[in-house]
């Protein structure tokens, strides 16, 4: 399916090129003709998925940018409010639809004015109802939307919402998009749509297929090492690595930094102002790994994040999709990477069986093979680098008392100091003991259910890895090692 297929206006459809948009996210496919044909609608799926252009674009397309307010929408937070803002305005540039942000904590003076230029009002629910309750604004919007309504009621916002709502037209079309769709949630939809028409992305969709999942099997001691080992060998340009507990964060935000990473952590018990503030160098690039919880990493809206790694396996399925779901947002490529003891194989599994998708088994590089790629990197980064004067200078200082080649192989052992990889050779379990471990485990997991469906579940699973492993890994052996042996005892 592609974004033409829904016959948009000409100034929208250019903008959903100007966007780089190429096809539809499928929260997208199924809530744009719903909301065309004017329907109101519930939606419900994962951050990352589109929602912005899912309710931006169908109602832009209705709107006569007649110099009224003829959209509303209301995020929970103003830094929702700036990204949502941002998103509409590229969407409606071409059709002169302007935006207008509104939030607390500024002046009212200059929101007000934006407003009354605006088509479309993306706002926060305290100002909002600030702002109409005292009369400064008044709206008749036909296009009102609720985003993130989940995160909305979290915060409280309810009875702003419902105030604000009596200060609406009656006759409008309401939208509610939301990550979760708890009871509350429905209740409010009962209250404020009429008639609604439901689009839910059920998980295993919305484990998005941009994103590779790959695990490897370490011992419990082998954890930090591994953790190193993969983030030299994959190099993300952002990564997150999620932890279970708060200690354990800050234990591996000491332990990155000490390894010359550039880290920081992410706590639930932060300041707000503080979290903002180390978001923000996440963001911009000052940071290039983030280690946080579950609870700390929620509604963390950071794109561009290339990896995900698990240090250890999420309790329950609903986290790992949660988590996973940081990277590979909507059009881009990611990858997530999960630690287990030999012990969590199980956990894997019934993952895998949940969200109905798959996860490879892999072995951690050796040291040898990182330097490999390191070296392979660095030739072309020295290929890339552009001549300077001091350079030319340096060199020619040098050359009094060196020959040039020796010249060459010093600038070169230093550059590879700098690159040199730490730590033992090999990391983690080899393919054939993990596949010798993947049996045991389904097969016991057969035996706790009675010996038919044991058996199948045992065949099949071992069948899958080993395809897996042989297609993926030619070459390696790495079976002759005895640590597996020993814990298998
Ligand atoms: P959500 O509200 O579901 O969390 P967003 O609307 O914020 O997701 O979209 C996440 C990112 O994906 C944004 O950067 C957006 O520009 C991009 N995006 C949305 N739809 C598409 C699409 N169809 N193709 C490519 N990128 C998209
Ligand atoms: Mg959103």
Redesign the pocket.
Known sequence: MK?TDFNLKDTIQQAIND???????P??KDAIPLVLEGHDVIAQ??????????FGLPIMNQMKADGTVEGLVIVPTRELAM??SD?LFKFGRRSGLKTATVYGGTPYGRQIERIKQASIVVATPGRLQDLLMSRRIKINPQFVVL??ADEMLDMGFLDEIKNIFTFLPKERQTLM?S?TMPKSIRKLAEEILKTPKTVSITKAESTNENITQHYYVVQERERDDALVRLIDYKNPDKCIIFCRMKKEVDRLVSHLTSQGFKVSGLHGDMEQKQREITIRAFKQGGVDIFVATDVAARGL?V?DVTHVFNYHIPFDSESYVHRIGRTG????TGEAITLVSPNELRTIKKIEKDVGTKMVTQVIPTRQEVQNTKSDELISQIAGTQITERAINLVKTLQHDLDIVTISHLLASMLQENHSIKGKDNIGLGLDEIEKLIERAMQNRGNDRGRGGGGQRRRRSSGGGNDRNRSGRDGRNRNSRSRGDRNRD
């Open positions: 974004f966007a780089g948009f190429k096809e539809p996210s929260v997208q799926a994962q951050t990352g998925t589109g929602k912005t252009a899912a990204q949502v998103e985003d993130e998009f990550a809206d794109n947002r909507a059009g881009k």
